[in-house]
């Protein structure tokens, strides 16, 4: 059965660097043939598509993040990690990976649970 | 960037009742528009893609409807665990956005 597990911190200081990985098992990512990405959800907001990754190295970010945003895949871990610079309170919320449906960039049929992210000092 | 405008923001009802949500493109995005259904502490389940189609396992009281900018989502007959917040999103073009969400609540 696919899962996917995000980890990393869950307190950032403002500035700083966030590192976020997605652990997938159940599937590969080589072979699965779908992409692979991250959605966020600050409190009492919506949702907010941040890019997905094939697993290639294809990447594609939402312009409102592109210059901060690092997506990549480590294939032999079967993990796809999320990196965001210059941290700032209004990046507080919860992060989630998933897998998209294949041969579509943005559209997510399976996630993780999610993981919080608080920006503070 | 295309926006998309969900109405309405919030709705009441009632098990049973039958309740439609509708999704606004900015431009027209053909077919290619998705919709969640998300509980507080749990991930989005994916309901349909595209616009009509439903996901395997979703229940057929969920249907979906629309192209170029207009969409709705149907539920027939609402089940308790229906109350949530629905999300739609365009997959036509670059950023995907989402909609800001319709909380479906218990009247």
């Known amino acids: 059965q696919l899962q996917l597990q995000e980890s990393g911190a869950g307190l950032v200081e403002p500035s700083e660097t966030l590192s976020l990985t997605c652990t997938i098992s159940?599937?590969?990512?080589?072979?699965?043939?779908?992409?692979w990405g991250w959605v966020r959800q600050a409190p009492g907001k919506g949702l907010e598509w941040i890019g997905s990754?094939?697993?290639?190295?294809?990447?594609y970010y939402n312009p409102s993040l592109k210059s901060r945003v690092t997506i990549s895949v480590d294939t032999s871990k079967n993990q796809v990690s999320l990196k965001m610079t210059s941290m700032t309170a209004a990046d507080t919320a919860v992060y989630l990976c998933?897998?998209?449906?294949?041969?579509?960039?943005?559209?997510?049929?399976?996630w993780g649970q999610g993981t919080v992210v608080s920006v503070s000092s | 960037d295309i926006q998309m405008t969900q109405s309405p923001s919030s709705v009441s009802a009632s098990v049973g009742d039958r309740v439609t949500i509708t999704c606004r493109a900015s431009?027209?995005?053909?077919?290619?528009l998705a919709w969640y259904q998300k509980k507080p502490g749990k991930a989005p389940k994916l309901l349909l893609y595209?616009?009509?189609t439903l996901q395997s396992g979703v229940p057929s009281r969920f249907s979906g409807s629309g192209s170029g900018t207009d969409f709705t989502l149907t539920i027939s007959s609402l089940q308790p665990e229906d109350f949530a917040t629905y999300y739609c999103?365009?997959?036509?073009?670059?950023?995907?956005?989402f909609g800001r969400g319709t909380k479906l609540e218990i009247k």
């Open positions: 998933g897998r998209t449906i294949r041969g579509v960039v943005g559209v997510f049929d399976i």
């Open positions: 159940g599937d590969s990512i080589v072979s699965s043939g779908h992409n």
């Open positions: 990754i094939y697993h290639s190295g294809s990447t």
């Open positions: 431009r027209g995005i053909s077919g290619w």
């Open positions: 595209p616009a009509s």
């Open positions: 999103q365009q997959a036509n073009s670059f950023p995907y956005n």
